[in-house]
């Protein structure tokens, strides 16, 4: 199974349960989603579920506001978080507002997916990571799945949720292949997972990061150096406990985002260890960002401008003082 | 004032004097000299203790009496009986 | 205008002290010669006072904190009046009637600031590290985690280690750099313990006199007539001391020695001797000495009379240039006025420096402690 078809799967069984669920998104239905998340599905649901839109993106999410207002479970998909600037103003003055305005009254189920990140040469205006922004705002939920698992987890549990949840689907990660584990209906949206346990140094992240803080822990391992790799899912709100327990087990933090550093979720995770676990640190805080240049189209300029395995390494290594 | 008594409180005034001394560790017939470089400053300052706990005169020729644990407990018991 | 007071040198070895206490808080007056604060050194807890009167402005070290010999501790206001002119831009001008500032939590990074990480510094803490001994193994040094652990599981040099360490490092010193002779001459000791006994008797047991107490003094009287052995040898030159600080060489429990002064032993009496010796002894025990009595030792009298032997060659503690050893007080065969007669015999030995003074007025000078002790009530 691939990450594309798990969450195709998760959208399939939540439309199959609830009348309440439709999907709306350019290209969606006809073409099947520029990610081709949602190919069949309008074949299977048919038209009224499986909604194309106009390249509006502040339109459609502004209807899809108005229909969670009206009782429905509307999924909107927006191709890239780029795109979703435009839709910036539905997003954050209303369906994070709507129900703190109402004093409860209008919640706003809204589920939005959107393709985050880069590694597909898709250029800077496709390429970018905003998540981080959108875990700036309260009255939003920000996921991001990272694992097979997850993918097929959370966007029934976004479903459930009475606040309007922002899904973000790492680009990188559509065609990844993997099984899915039997444990994953016991996923939640509240915590996030240690991957991999550690004792010397504890690497943050989420998204397709994960998968490169993985491979750089193999990489430690063969150097002694024993990483602990904590995957975040849920970016607002970040689990703080998971987070601190880890950095007091291990002392050290480096923070892989591929969000860029200024004023990223990577400087709002370093500030909170520091309030709460200063005493604990071995060694300053590092962030491994995406260099701050919009993400260039030339495949060598756009690897390196992302964090790659070999710098995470280099990271830790530097901070725990041992040479490679 | 019990035997025991007597003992913890000798043990007590051994410490004030020689502050570095376990008294958990000390061997009640061996002589202090020989146990922990008791000097003759040392000496005299425990005799004095002695003296000041117990309300005992002691004159010089008695200081080698008060050498250990054992003695002094003897001693001033022994005083104390006169 | 702000005086710096530093760290003083509490002996020729030192190098560095850890700051325990302070006592003076900012705005306190002080005076010359009032204990300010309690430092850990490798001869243990000491006193030490200030050498300038004025008002305190800033204390500049936290608790805790290890400083070297040398680095400004506190601020001092010399002249309140005069505050404002303080010579330190960043320090606030003193009013008289300002409320004191208080002490900084941290020491400034400026002075004997050790790169470490706060997990460290705080397991450090908790383990009783000095940070100030444990090697940085991180990035640039840095006191790390690892490191403290790596210390705490080392058998720790314990505090006698250390003093072995300093009084190695001064007898080596001594050993190369001073040209030793050495005398000695026996003693008859019989007229000062018979006087002893008998005195002893009549007093109470606070007031009785160990026999190193009549010799103390005669090595007083002694020296203020042969004033080549009471004094400290620098920079090529001796300058000899009016004042008698002697050093009387006690040995602690564990291997340690240390070597405090009776300081002023020129104005003192038998008995202020006899009390002012067991109150240096006492604080030895306690592990409470001030700095001068450490560091101002003018000469030393070594005696061993604990352990049996008969006599010792002792080694002069640099800056001084004499040293008298004593040994125990025995009964030997004495041959006097053609008769051979038991009495109790005391062998002194006198060790000093050939740059200072010879083998003559050496001679002369443990002459005359022998006499006077031949008439111990005269002392």
Redesign the interface.
Known sequence: MTYREAIRDALREALKSDARVFLMGEDIGMYGGSFAVTKGLLAEFGEERIRDTPLSESAFTGAGIGAALAGMRPVVEIMTGNFSLLALDQIVNNAATLCHMSGGQLPVPLVIRLGTGASRQLAAQHSHSFEGWYAHIPGIRVLAPATIDDARAMPGLALKCSDPVLIFEHIGLYNMEGELTSSWPQADIEHAAVRREGSDVSLITYGASLFKCLEAADALAKAGVNAEVIDLRTLRPLDNETIFASVRKTHRAVIVDEGWRSGGISAEIAARIGESCLYDLDAPVVRVCTREIPVPYPRHLEEAALPQVAEIVASVQDMMGKAA | MSANDLQSTILRLLTD?????DPASVQADVDF?DQ??F????Q??F??AI?KAFSI????ADYPKLASLKKCVDYVENKQRQ | MSIEYCMPSLGADMEAATLVEWKIKPGDIVKRGDVVAVVETDKGAIDIEIYESGCVERLLVAPDTRVLVGAPLALIAGEPAAATTSAVPTAPALEPESKPEPAPTVAPAMHGHVKISPAARTRAHALNIDIDKVHGSGPGGVVTLQDIESAATKPKPSASDSMKAVIAAAMARSKREIPHYYLSTDVDYSATMTWL?RR??ELP??Q?M???VPLLRAIVLALKTTPDFNGYFKDNTYKPSDAIHLGVAI????GGLIVPALLDAQDQTLAQLTGN??DL??RV???RLNNRELSEGTITLTSL??GGVDSLSPVIYPPQVAIIGAGTVRERAWASEGKIDARPVLTLSLAADHRVSNGRSGAQFLARIRDYLQAPEKL
């Open positions: 004097v020689a502050p570095d001394v000299r922990f470089d000097d003759s400053m040392d005299l300052n005799a004095i003296h005169p002691i004159p010089e | 006994t002893n008797a047991i606070e009785r160990l026999p190193i040995a602690q429990r564990g010796l067991r002894v006492n025990r306690a592990g009379g604990d």
